[in-house]
Structure formats: structure tokens, C-alpha cells
């Protein structure tokens, strides 16, 4: 397998044990990947008197990423001597423990620590199915997010988001019906500022110091782009003086 660097996506999930990361680093980089900005929304006028901007925005633009993720156990299993686990886990599991990673950025995490299953007991014990004692009946289902998720895609590019889509391919599987080829069609949707602040637990922090870092480095790369050919371009502009 190549050693060049490998993409990756990075959540922190409650467990049993407290917080778990859950890291998917990418078996194979993707080949293609669409990166798709929409126009930030229109601001609204808060004074009737005053003439509307507009050109006036709120927040900032939309961004997404979407790309297709390929895994197969056979490369996993030949790649054994240089990562046993792995290759373990491609005997035991086929691609399944890697599919089971990506599905489960998918489910909501409750914000008193419980998790999926500390949703689903609130829910179930709410709900008066008889599985619970009287005095837990008035529980209620405690508010939960999807996971907050770092896409690290070199070193440029460090990025908050929530998975916005998932579709998964099932293609070959061993004799035990385990998948042993899949791919993966993935849409990312990268975090605002203003979501960033409702983010719960310690991804919050993190979360935003990403977001403040990749932003950063886009705008040094921008500015990298004034080379003598826009000089020439700035030139021929009119000038307003």
C-alpha cells in the first residue's frame, strides 16, 4: 500500500468507558471529490425605515464535500505483516468493523453522556411500554446531536462537519455473509461558526479550532495567488480615483 497520506474522519462517541474517538482513517484515498459552496443567505432588513441592502448577507457561505470511499478485506489480509490488527479484523469481519464506523457517525449521541443507548432506555421508558418502574415512566428523552466530525484531508485541510448522506454498496462477501468489497458514497456538510457554538462536549473546541485553522490557511493560499500575471490583470483595471 502506498505510504503517501490518507484521509480520515474523526468523532468522539460515548461509550461505557466515557468517550470514545471514533477514527476512520480511509483504507484507499478517494480519486474524485466534489467540494460545493452555495451563496450565503440574504439578510433580513431590522429597520423598516431604512432603504434594504441587496447585496447584504448573514453568516457565511455553504460548503460541502462529497466523495466515494472504496474498501476491500483482500487488500487488508495481504497487507497483514505490516498491520496485523487490521488484517485480523479483514479475517474475522471482512469490511463490516469499517461500514459499522461509518454508520454510526449517522446515529444521535445524548448530551447527558448516554449515548445511543442511554437515548433509546429514556425513550423506550417514556413511551409506557410497561419496561420500566413507575418512578422512571415520567423520564424523558434527553436532547441528543449527531455526531461532530473532523474530515482531515492533507494537512490544509482539517475541516468540522455532520454527514449529510450516506449510501453504502455491498459488493462481495465471504462465507459467512460478511462484505468483503464495499464502497461508500459519502456528503459531508462543513459546520458554520454559529453551529459550531451549539456543539456539545469536548468537539466543540475542537471543532472550532479547525474550522479557525483550515480558514486561516485558505486565506494565506489566497493571497499566495497574487503572482506577477494578477499584477498584470490589476493593472489594467480602472482605478476610482
Do not use: C
Request: net charge negative.
Amino acid at each position: 500500500m502506498s505510504n503517501s497520506m490518507r484521509g480520515a474522519l474523526v468523532a468522539f462517541t460515548p461509550s461505557f468507558i466515557g468517550l470514545m474517538p471514533n477514527v476512520i482513517v480511509f483504507q484507499f484515498n478517494p480519486e474524485t471529490i466534489t467540494h460545493t459552496w452555495t451563496a450565503a443567505q440574504a439578510a433580513d432588513s431590522t429597520d423598516k425605515d431604512a432603504k434594504p441592502n441587496p447585496l447584504a448577507v448573514k453568516g457565511v457561505p455553504g460548503e460541502s464535500f462529497a466523495f466515494t470511499l472504496a474498501m476491500d478485506s483482500n487488500d487488508s489480509i495481504a497487507d497483514g505483516s505490516s498491520n496485523p490488527i487490521a488484517a485480523g479484523l479483514a479475517k474475522l469481519s471482512g469490511v463490516y468493523t469499517r461500514l459499522a464506523a461509518l454508520e454510526m457517525l449517522q446515529y444521535p449521541t445524548g448530551s447527558s453522556g448516554g449515548g445511543l443507548i442511554g437515548g433509546v432506555s429514556a425513550s423506550i421508558s417514556s413511551s409506557g411500554l410497561g419496561l420500566s418502574t413507575a418512578s422512571s415512566a415520567s423520564q424523558t428523552v434527553p436532547q441528543s446531536q449527531v455526531p461532530t466530525v473532523l474530515f482531515i484531508w492533507g494537512p490544509q485541510r482539517i475541516v468540522p462537519v455532520r454527514v449529510t448522506a450516506l449510501t453504502i454498496t455491498e459488493r462481495i462477501y465471504d462465507s459467512m455473509l460478511n462484505p468483503s468489497h464495499a464502497e461508500a458514497q459519502i456528503t459531508l456538510r462543513v459546520l458554520t461558526p454559529d453551529e459550531i457554538v451549539s456543539v456539545d462536549g469536548p468537539m466543540q473546541q475542537l471543532a472550532n479550532i479547525a474550522y479557525v485553522y483550515t480558514q486561516g490557511l485558505r486565506q494565506v493560499q489566497a493571497a499566495a495567488n497574487l503572482g506577477d500575471a494578477a499584477a498584470q490583470i490589476i493593472g489594467m483595471l480602472p482605478t476610482p480615483f
